[in-house]
């Protein structure tokens, strides 16, 4: 089981923290925004764009507190 503390998880007694910056998760944005998808992959590229939306947000804000 994972708990989160300080930005980071700890998993089986080690600690683990984010591997992407926000420049690198609005990189990633941006080429889903540039890309032509259709179909079953909409849904996909919704639950997934939503998801690293959140996660974007959250290492902003993690990022803006610690500098």
């Known amino acids: 089981m994972a708990v989160n503390f300080s930005g980071g998880l700890k998993v089986g007694g080690v600690e683990h923290h984010h591997p992407l910056t926000s420049e690198e998760i609005r990189f990633i944005l941006e080429i889903f925004k540039k890309c032509n998808f259709t179909g079953d992959d909409m ?3 919704i639950i997934v764009t939503m998801k690293l939306q959140e996660e974007y947000n959250r290492v902003l804000k993690k990022e ?4």
């Open 43 to 45: 849904e996909n590229l």
């Open 64 to 67: 803006q507190q610690t500098k």
